[in-house]
């Protein structure tokens, strides 16, 4: 497959701290046979001599704020953009085992599906390109692994991205990669990585942690390390970007084991893997992908309450990146099942997934300040979720 890396087995242990207290190995590439000085293979990166991992920053407590002004460069790039299709996952099946990408126009006109997975395989966590000619999303079969694959906004040309490693590399047990998500400009896919034994108690494998890479697969980097220190502690999974490429906004989820247990928060870290720090109270259960406003100056995401995925209660959020002036775009409480959300790209307005409870999951569009809430999708027979706005075609990059 395109960019796939082929990585020799290896006993030798070897890290690499940057210097300078706090901050995180970044630096840690995956450059297969051949590295340069510094740079160490992704099948040497051990769990066995793990390096210290910096303790998160929270972000300042939630408050009431005024909402900061918008850069004048991303307002004016926001106001420039045209706004495209929404992609999204369906179920194909009733027993939901199967699922696909579509695309639909904002106005609810014109769905149909962009993907064909074979039957018992799940393709999801679409993101659009920046320039909306390319859909990423990740792939995985009843007996095959996540993998990250990428498809034409016309439906042509869907082929996977990596694998990173070869399975019989020494930290490729268990390996998934997902939720890949590109940069402002398009040079990059951050996506979420897991690898390592399983822990029945705590229902969680043993690492994961954010990477990033080309759109070709190839100059994979590990970009946090949240859990290498705490191994079954977690889920670092849905990165998404600020629009000027210097921050990623991304979801943990504590396992059984984790600290607290069982819980969920967003979190923020640089594009260069410092600065990590936790954006939301874990007492609000934020969590799946989230999504800055083109104009930098919001982030909205989804709340879930304690008990299983599907229970009601939880809403829409919007927060400063600096973690004030967290307020509810949608009416609490909630006796609905709220998805992830997303922002257009002229900032205007927001998709996101509703669902009743026990009822089927539909997309649906609003204002940006919660207003004006209409139904995209009616499939009571499918379950679309996980909308993600693209740009239309042609239009001007930042």
């Not at 792939?139 to 694959?149: K, V």
């Not at 084991?257 to 934020?286: F, I, M």
Request: contains cysteine; aromatic residues 6%.
């Amino acid at each position: 497959m395109t960019g796939t890396q082929q990585l020799p087995p290896t006993t030798t242990a070897r890290t690499r701290a940057r210097a300078g207290a706090g901050l995180l190995l970044a630096g840690a590439l995956l450059t297969g046979c051949g590295a340069e000085p510094g740079e160490i293979p992704l099948s040497e990166i051990r769990a066995e001599t793990p390096p210290a991992t910096p303790t998160p920053t929270l972000a300042p407590e939630p408050a009431v704020a005024v909402s900061a002004p918008p850069d004048p460069a991303l307002a004016a790039a926001a106001s420039a953009r045209h706004n495209g299709l929404i992609v999204g996952r369906v179920f194909l099946t009733s027993d939901r085992t199967t699922s696909a990408v579509f695309a639909i126009a904002p106005d609810g006109s014109g769905a149909h599906q962009l993907t064909r997975p074979p039957a018992q395989t799940r393709d999801d966590h679409p993101d659009w390109s920046p320039d909306g000619t390319t859909v990423a999303f990740d792939r995985a079969g009843a007996d095959s692994a996540g993998r990250i694959w990428t498809i034409g906004a016309d439906g042509e040309n869907a082929h996977q991205v990596g694998p990173l490693c070869e399975a019989s590399a020494p930290d490729c047990t268990n390996e998934e990669e997902v939720t890949p998500a590109f940069s402002p400009d398009g040079k990059q896919i951050a996506f979420s990585r897991t690898w390592g034994s399983t822990d029945p108690t705590a229902n969680q494998t043993q690492y994961s942690d954010l990477y990033l890479m080309s759109p070709d697969g190839t100059n994979a980097q590990r970009l946090t390390f949240l859990t290498n220190d705490k191994p079954y502690s977690g889920l670092v999974t849905d990165p998404t970007w600020s629009p000027d490429g210097k921050q990623l906004a991304f979801s943990y989820r504590t396992s059984a084991t984790g600290q607290p247990a069982n819980s969920r928060a967003l979190y923020v870290v640089n594009a260069d893997g410092t600065g990590l720090r936790r954006l939301t109270p874990w007492e609000l259960r934020a969590g799946d992908r989230a999504s800055w406003s083109p104009d930098g100056t919001q982030i909205v995401f989804t709340t879930y309450p304690a008990g299983g995925d599907n229970t009601p209660g939880g809403g829409i959020y919007t927060v400063h990146p600096d973690g004030t002036a967290i307020g509810a775009l949608t009416p609490g409480p909630s006796d609905v099942v709220y998805g992830a959300a997303a922002y257009s790209p002229d900032g205007t307005a927001i998709a996101f997934t509703q669902a009743p409870v026990n009822g089927s999951a539909e997309l649906y569009t609003m204002k940006s300040d919660g207003s004006n809430v209409a139904p995209l999708t009616n499939s009571p027979d499918h379950w679309e979720s996980r909308p993600n706005w693209g740009t239309a075609v042609g239009t001007p990059r930042d």
